[in-house]
């Protein structure tokens, strides 16, 4: 195929992806003459997950298409909120722990994977749950079995999230899930849960919650102050408005300090989010 040169611009969202050289308007690619457009685009580093539209010469144009010489291209951003074919759920790598506990604790369906399991198993995951697989790797980001993917794009755990939040406007209830498991949060009294609790936290709390897939129980404990100023925060700018992050009354939903014990009988605290 005879090689062509066309010229190519990125929106200033995606430069963190691009060489320096690529930031500063648009420049010469030269293709092989059958590549596809998003072929093109992955090549010069940007994961099509963030890809929001692509424009040839002013008219939209799809990852298929294969670009001609001389034709002029434009590479958008995704919209924010971004739409997904079904309900946001989300799916994070190993290297963004703080993001799922924060993602848990406002009610986001946001499983985990706390080892490497390494990224053929995270993209087939992904697919066969149809969850959004969230990442800063980019490599992983471009593996074509991927139902959906989200380049995050902040080291800072608060950063991390008001981006998901951002993104996707997943519909938020805090205190509903399980920090540690992702299972839901029920209701429990302290008969029930006793066994789990050590004398001073049965003394002192008597609203409890526990998770329906693990056991693990929650109250409001020492780190309450904390995930409630997460949780505020979060619902202020991305909820609908509810009074300091709370979700429908009821006392699971202010339940957030947890212990869990080891099997030789030792409490275990579930750090902050």
């Not at 995930?227 to 300091?244: H, K, Q, R, Y």
Request: with cysteine; hydrophobic share 40%.
């Amino acid at each position: 195929m005879e090689r062509a040169e066309i010229r190519i611009e990125f929106v200033p969202e995606l430069h963190v992806f691009v060489n320096a050289r690529r930031r500063t308007g648009r420049s010469a690619v030269t293709t092989d003459g059958s590549s596809t457009l998003g072929h093109v685009v992955e090549s010069l580093g940007v994961p099509l997950t963030e890809v929001g539209g692509l424009v040839v010469d002013g008219a939209p144009a799809d990852t298929s298409h294969v670009p001609a010489a001389g034709e002029e291209v434009a590479v958008l951003a995704v919209a924010r909120p971004q739409l997904l074919a079904g309900p946001p759920r989300f799916l994070l790598d190993v290297h963004l722990g703080t993001l799922a506990r924060r993602l848990r604790l406002l009610g986001v369906d946001a499983a985990y994977e706390s080892t490497d399991i390494g990224d053929p198993a995270l993209a087939a995951r992904s697919a066969a749950e149809q969850r959004v697989l969230l990442s800063r790797d980019r490599g992983l980001l471009h593996r074509r079995e991927l139902w959906a993917g989200a380049y995050v794009y902040s080291h800072r755990p608060a950063d991390q999230l008001r981006d998901v939040l951002s993104r996707f406007a997943p519909p938020l209830a805090p205190w509903t899930r399980c920090t540690a498991c992702n299972g839901t949060l029920r209701e429990a009294d302290k008969t029930s849960v006793r066994e789990h609790l050590e004398h001073g936290t049965e003394r002192s709390y008597d609203v409890f919650a526990q998770c329906t897939a693990c056991d693990q129980v929650y109250w409001r404990g020492a780190h309450h102050e904390q995930l409630s100023g997460i949780v505020t925060e979060a619902v202020a700018e991305f909820g609908d408005g509810t009074a300091d992050g709370a979700a429908p009354s009821g006392p699971l939903h202010t339940s957030v300090a947890a212990q869990r014990r080891r099997p030789d009988g030792a409490a275990v605290g579930a750090g902050p989010a």
